[in-house]
């Protein structure tokens, strides 16, 4: 590996990350918090709970921020001709374009990433705190990631409340306890962007729609020619398709049913 390699972005923004958690970790740990009273008195579930919950969210972070989030493919794969019946399932009119930048056709839901330099199958967005994409391979454990997180953040955001003595003289208290009313602070912080992100992407999910179809809806071509959502499928099928891959298929399928479900309903 290249020396300059270790300062792309990347391993900036991920080793930053990794750095600020254990930071935050060991300022809870070092002051007179609930987590160090749990630790002198030999009471160690919780404080190894917590502990836990922190890697955990830790590792949920890497694996989203390392993993593909679902490229579409430059080359060409070899593959068996599809069935007659599978075909006809997929109509000539679905906009599908071909991209101006990689130049690969890309399927229903996929949008090129200027920053990943590749096409995304169900592009979500480009989050720069993973400097990687959110897309259809790691969107569910992104959401697992925001919801662990915001675990710990509320649970840290505890522990350095009960931490705080506002009893002092000013300037013994800040020598005492700036740094954990820093700590706090920064966890209001993150406690409030993590929730916002969490509902947004569970409205999304529930509605199968992702950030950048809700967002762009009037300058996509397959959502522009509908009124509703072509993906949505209710509640129970969405959170279904989205966390455990069921109903499986192509999003071309789904988009080609409800063309289907929209001529018969105007026929009649």
Known sequence: ??????????????????????????????????LRQWEEQGELLLPLTFLLLVLGSLLLYLAVSLMDPGYVNTQPQPQEEPKEEQTAMVPPAIPLRRCRYCLVLQPLRARHCRDCRRCVRRYDHHCPWMENCVGERNHPLFVAYLALQLVVLLWGLYLAWSGLRFFQPWG???????????????????????GLLLASHL??????????EFISSHRIAYLRQ???????????????????????????????????????????
């Open 1 to 34: 590996m290249a020396p300059w390699a270790l300062l792309s972005p990347g391993v900036l923004v991920r080793t930053g990350h990794t750095v600020l958690t254990w930071g935050i970790t060991l300022v809870l740990f070092l002051h007179d918090t609930e």
């Open 172 to 194: 013994l208290w800040l020598r005492s306890s700036g740094l954990l009313f820093a700590t706090f602070l920064l966890l209001s912080l993150f406690s409030l962007v993590a």
């Open 203 to 212: 409205y999304l999910v529930a509605s199968n729609t992702t950030t950048w």
């Open 226 to 268: 509908r009124p509703n959502n072509p993906f949505d499928r209710g509640l129970t099928r969405n959170l279904a398709h989205f966390f455990c891959g069921w109903p499986s298929g192509p999003w071309e399928t789904l988009w080609a049913e409800e063309e289907e479900e929209e001529g018969k309903s105007q026929a009649v």
